[in-house]
């Protein structure tokens, strides 16, 4: 039976995350705590709804540039416990924050560098959605040709920019893009279209702006050899190059993420339980929704769910 951990991206916060995981393990709150070091922010207040100046803890926790940092605080720490108890994966992937979670949890990157990229990767977007504002949609019950056929038809139009940005899963795609070019994409498509409230077009060109500066802090930290093959979400396809996976690093920024795919490979490739590790069930779900194998979906980011994986 092979075991693939999967490490969540936006979307899987909610404020009190993480803070069980804090209190019970030593491990864990070492990684709590020396991220919170490295932020400008009060970042464990904001993940465990402690700061008593923030009147909408879940909108400020909602903000790019503090919700990447804190899912790849969260994922790691949880792995930490794990690693502590012997528990590994034959097989790693993340939804893209998620990626850098899973690149550091089986050593590609050190925890320091992964968090020096989340960091700024999350204020370069940030920025970037302020420059040029864009939205994202989700889209159910339409196949993937379709909605690429559309997204290819509007942007040729002329109106904008809209892509595929998110292959969750068989009828669960998200488009990205120029606000009018979502809106004209969802016109056409024959499924059924549900804004995003995200605060920018993340995997589309309008996220071109970060990628200068999202290049300089990848160029600039160390990436080894993994100790588990890696699926990315480009390419949805498995390595343990170190050269592909900053290349490829750079490329996620405004590619599709290809999750459904990576899923069937990892599935391909002999996963047959699939661990969500960090935040949140989403992936769990979107695993079942691939799959009509039978799998097995399990949580690790609570103790109660850790203490199942090392019993």
């Known amino acids: 039976m092979g075991t693939a951990f999967l490490f969540p991206g936006q979307g899987s916060q909610s404020v009190g995350m993480g803070h069980a995981l804090f209190e019970q393990y030593p491990e864990a709150r070492e990684r709590f705590e020396a991220a919170h070091a490295a932020m400008d922010v009060d970042l464990l ?13 879940d909108e400020a926790l909602k903000q790019t ?46 925890f320091e560098d992964g968090l ?12 970037a959605g302020e420059r040029r504002p864009g939205s994202m949609a989700a889209v159910l019950g339409a196949e993937d040709e379709e909605i690429e056929a559309v997204c290819t038809a509007v942007t040729d139009e002329g109106d904008g920019v809209v892509q595929p940005a998110n292959f969750n899963a068989p009828g669960q795609i998200v488009i990205s893009g120029d606000a009018e070019a979502v809106d004209a994409a969802g016109d056409r498509i024959s499924g059924r279209t549900i804004p995003l409230p995200v605060s920018g077009a993340f995997h589309s060109p309008l996220m071109d702006y970060a990628r200068d ?25 498995p390595t343990t190059d170190p050269d592909e996976i900053r290349t490829r690093l750079l490329e996620q920024l405004n590619a599709p993420v290809r999750w459904a795919q990576s899923v069937r490979t990892m599935h ?34 609570t103790p109660e769910e850790i203490s199942a994986l090392v019993d």
């Open 213 to 237: 500066g999202l290049a300089e802090v990848i160029d600039a930290v160390g990436i080894q050899r993994p100790s588990c093959p890696v699926y990315l979400n480009v390419t949805a396809e």
């Open 268 to 301: 391909r490739d002999g996963a047959t339980r699939f661990v969500e590790v960090g935040a949140g069930t989403v992936l769990q779900g979107l695993v079942r929704r691939t799959l009509d194998a039978d799998v097995e979906t399990v949580g690790g980011g």
């Open 116 to 127: 020096r990229i989340v960091k700024r990767r999350g204020e370069l977007m940030a920025e």
């Open 45 to 57: 207040a904001l993940m465990f709804g402690t700061d008593t100046s923030v009147s909408d803890p």
């Open 65 to 110: 540039a503090v919700t990447q940092p804190a899912l790849y605080t969260h994922s790691l720490a949880a792995m930490a416990v794990l690693t502590s108890h012997g528990v590994t994966p034959d097989m790693a992937a993340g939804h893209s924050l998620g990626e850098y979670s899973a690149l550091a949890a089986v050593g590609a990157l050190s």
